[in-house]
């Protein structure tokens, strides 16, 4: 049995996991799906102060409270932040890393640095106030009717801080296996170069024939993954 931590990207909650959540713990693996502050059924909370790092002591907070350890730590979208940054601060209790068509922060720099000056027209536009309004739905690549009424019908405003928080500097998961999950419908120029170079870096990587949120369009296809990542290493002899 393995013990899995799935995070989900911006505008989203736990609830996104549902379907890989359930097929995990059919096959008796132990699985966390915590929701962000502000999003999903803790929406409520959210105020303009929450950013990164409120996220990532979200995330602490449920892997020292549950007691976990040799946790994989799975972060989707913008998660790949999230997940980067827990895995600092609490890196003798995390075995993997897991991203899913993610973000892999810089130290230094926001979500919004990684993106580059072509993408701020278009985050303007869905700036109000000190609150970013979900992305287009075709961005999350969705194509069953009635998944995307389902979707749609649980996205939440995310906080503008979020993406202008900068990924802290410290550095302490160097010994953290790391896996680079891409989908390759998803025809975001970020993620693509982002995969392209975790690749080329000797990560762990796997290529999807979908969109960008394959727990939704294919969830047995990402728990098979998890659950081979998460699978015992063989002992070097």
Known sequence: MSTFVLVHGAFQGGWVWQRVAG???DRNHAVHTPTLTGTGERMHLL???????TYVQDVVNVIYFESLSNVVLVG???AGMIITAVADKLHHKVSDLVYLDAVVPVAGKSFLDLTGPEFQPFFQRHVAGWQVRPWPLEMFGIRCEEDKRWFSSKLVQFPVRAFQSPYPKSDQNGTVSRTYIHCTEHKNLLIKNIAAR???????????QTGHSPMITMPDAVADILAGIASPKPTPR
């Open 23 to 25: 097929i995990l713990r």
């Open 76 to 78: 989707h979208s913008y």
């Open 47 to 53: 105020d303009r102060n929450v950013g990164l790092s």
């Open 198 to 208: 975790c690749r080329q870096d000797g990560w762990n990587y796997y290529e999807m």
